[in-house]
Structure formats: C-alpha cells, structure tokens
C-alpha cells in the first residue's frame, strides 16, 4: 500500500511474479455499494472481474460496504469514487486476469508499524505503509455446471461423482447487451463473478457484448435488477426447492469462477495456464457442442437458437487418469 510500489503474487512453492505497481491508494470505501454485495461474507472478496475486484468490508443496514482493487486504464462505476487502490495491470491481466482471486478469497492488512495481521474490517482498513493480503484458497467442486436454457430448465453440476441438479431456470436467454466490462474479455470468457451474476462476453477483446445469468433474489430483491424480468439479456436461475437464497452460493456465485489467463499470459505451469479459466459452450437448436457465438453490442435475440449451455469450472492440476 505505498505509490510506485509492486503488487506481487506468491505461489504454494514459494515462487513470485510481479503483476504490476501501486497507482494510487482509496481515500474512502464506498457504501452502499451494489445490492449483491451484502451476500457476501465480511473480510472476503465479493466480486471478481476484468475490470475490478470489489472486497466486503462490512454490511451495514443491510447494504454492503466495499473497497475495491482496479486497473488504471479503465473505470468501473460500482467502485464507487476515491475507494479504491489502482494500480497499474492492464484490464482483463494479473489481478483481473491469470491471477483472479474467486468470490470468497480471505482478504487481510499487515499493519505496516507493528507487521500484525488482522481481517479485512472496518477498523482495520489498510493504510498508506500497509501490506493488503488477498488468500485464494484452493476448494474441491466440479468440473461443469450445464444449464438447458427454457422455463424449468435443469441447472446440473457435474463432478467426479457423477451429476445432481443445483437449480431451475426461470426465465431463459435470448439475447445480449452492452455489458461495458466485456471490452476486455474474449469471446465465451467470464467477464465477472459476484454473489449475484455470472457475466460473459460474447464478443471479442476490443468489443462490447454479452450476457448474465443471476439468481432469483438478485432480480427480486434488488432495485437495479428489476429489468432483467423484460429483457433478454439475462438469464435467472433459481433453487431446486423453489425458496432458498441462491445468491452468494457456491459454485456458481461463490468460490469457483474466475476471468483466467488473457492471451499470453502464463501461470505456473501449462496445466495452470489453460485450465484456470471459466469458459462457456453452446448448444444451438439441440445440436452439438460448439464455441460460444460471436455477438457485439445490444441484440435482443442473438441467442434465441441457444437451448442448452455449459460452464466448465477452472482447474490448475493435471487431469488424472
């Protein structure tokens, strides 16, 4: 936390890679931040992207409080002004890109005059001499989610042990939007994971497009989402029970999805650098899996042939035999 300095990833072997420098450090948090925020869990990172990486500092009234990490070529509004540490990777690289902490990464201060370590709190934010610490831990899930795309569509995890459903769709898919994040992303690539979106990019690096998928109590329960019950640009999932909260919930809106690797970046090993990735498929009037279609902009039924999609998880370790 000091201007001009680096900002490092360390590896379980000890190894380190510089991903770029300190810009400028937050003068405040913001609150309230974004609805979906307050889902999760107090210390932890509650949105990963291209384009940010957003911390829960608290839930205050029920409204999340965050401090955010963005790069210093772009803006991202749910920041907030003035609550953030910019530094100086480009969009959709390092921190935003092969090094993407996932929702619900410990996040934690050295303190810079007495070297103790504490919780990310309201009490404890990092300051100017401060060491901030992000922990990706490393979690055992599945390997896919697929999602037949129609009203009571099944949402199935599939693992090591088979498949169960983990949830229904509400309101399918059919179009996309001019999702601004996307403009680092690639085709058929996480854009960003909170505790209330899934968002990809259907359009290439350069260019805007693309859709989300959230939960049921995301386009409920908060105000900015209320669109999403008219437009095609969003897909809503709920619980198999039909009441539970989804949001904030592992693997889709917790612990798993993450943007990966932009083209050239490396990781440490080659099983790391193409696995670590959350990439998604299509499947058009019930054919064969392909690449996602490449779509720009604001198309309302782009995607109106998509009946079926699938989400393959990110993984770093060879696959075993």
């Given at each position: 936390?000091?201007?001009?300095?680096?900002v490092?990833?360390r590896?379980?072997?000890g190894?380190?890679?510089v991903?770029?420098?300190?810009?400028?450090?937050?003068?405040?948090?913001?609150?309230?931040?974004?609805?979906a925020?307050?889902?999760?869990?107090?210390?932890?990172?509650?949105?990963?992207?291209?384009?940010?990486?957003?911390?829960?500092?608290?839930?205050?009234?029920?409204?999340?409080?965050?401090?955010?990490?963005?790069?210093r070529?772009?803006?991202?509004?749910?920041?907030?002004?003035?609550?953030?540490?910019?530094?100086?990777?480009t969009?959709?690289?390092?921190?935003?890109?092969?090094?993407?902490?996932?929702?619900g990464?410990?996040?934690?201060?050295i303190?810079?005059?007495?070297g103790?370590?504490?919780?990310?709190?309201?009490?404890?934010?990092?300051?100017?001499?401060?060491?901030?610490?992000?922990?990706?831990q490393?979690?055992?899930?599945g390997?896919?989610a697929?999602?037949?795309?129609?009203?009571?569509?099944?949402?199935?995890?599939?693992s090591?042990?088979?498949?169960?459903?983990i949830?229904?769709?509400?309101?399918?898919?059919a179009?996309?939007?001019r999702?601004?994040?996307?403009?680092?992303?690639?085709?058929?690539?996480?854009?960003?994971?909170?505790?209330?979106?899934?968002?990809?990019?259907?359009?290439?690096?350069?260019k805007?497009?693309?859709?989300?998928?959230?939960?049921?109590?995301?386009?409920?329960?908060?105000?900015?989402?209320?669109?999403s019950?008219?437009?095609?640009?969003?897909?809503?999932?709920?619980?198999?029970?039909?009441?539970?909260?989804?949001?904030?919930?592992?693997?889709?809106?917790?612990g798993?999805?993450?943007?990966?690797?932009?083209?050239?970046?490396?990781?440490?090993?080659?099983?790391?650098?193409?696995?670590?990735?959350?990439?998604?498929?299509?499947?058009?009037?019930g054919?064969?899996?392909?690449?996602?279609?490449?779509?720009?902009?604001?198309?309302?039924?782009?995607l109106?042939?998509?009946?079926?999609?699938?989400?393959y998880?990110p993984?770093?370790?060879?696959p075993s035999?």
């Open positions: 936390m000091e201007p001009g300095q680096d490092t990833v590896s379980t072997d190894s380190t890679a991903i770029g420098q300190v810009v400028a450090l937050p003068q405040t948090t913001r609150w309230p931040s974004y609805s925020s307050a889902w999760g869990t107090p210390g932890e990172v509650c949105a990963s992207a291209v384009n940010a990486v957003h911390m829960l500092v608290s839930v205050e009234k029920e409204k999340g409080r965050t401090l955010s990490i963005i790069p070529e772009t803006i991202a509004p749910a920041a907030g002004p003035g609550a953030s540490v910019v530094i100086s990777s969009a959709g690289n390092g921190i935003f890109g092969a090094w993407a902490p996932p929702v990464s410990k996040v934690s201060v303190k810079g005059n007495t103790e370590r504490y919780a990310l709190s309201p009490s404890d934010l990092p300051k100017k001499g401060d060491t901030l610490i992000i922990t990706v490393k979690l055992d899930h390997y896919m697929e999602i037949e795309n129609r009203p009571g569509g099944r949402v199935t995890e599939w090591k042990d088979g498949y169960h459903i949830g229904r769709v509400i309101r399918p898919l179009g996309t939007g999702f601004e994040g996307t403009l680092f992303q690639k085709t058929g690539a996480l854009r960003a994971n909170h505790c209330g979106v899934m968002d990809f990019s259907s359009s290439q690096r350069g805007i497009g693309g859709f989300q998928i959230i939960p049921w109590d995301h386009a409920l329960l908060s105000k900015e989402m209320q669109g019950w008219d437009m095609t640009q969003w897909m809503i999932i709920g619980p198999v029970d039909g009441k539970a909260m989804m949001g904030g919930t592992f693997p889709l809106f917790k798993v999805l993450v943007s990966g690797p932009s083209e050239g970046e490396l990781l440490w090993d080659v099983w790391s650098t193409y696995g670590r990735r959350s990439l998604i498929l299509a499947r058009r009037n054919g064969p899996w392909e690449k996602f279609p490449e779509v720009s902009g604001r198309n309302d039924f782009a109106k042939d998509v009946t079926h999609l699938r989400i998880f993984f770093t370790d060879e035999i």
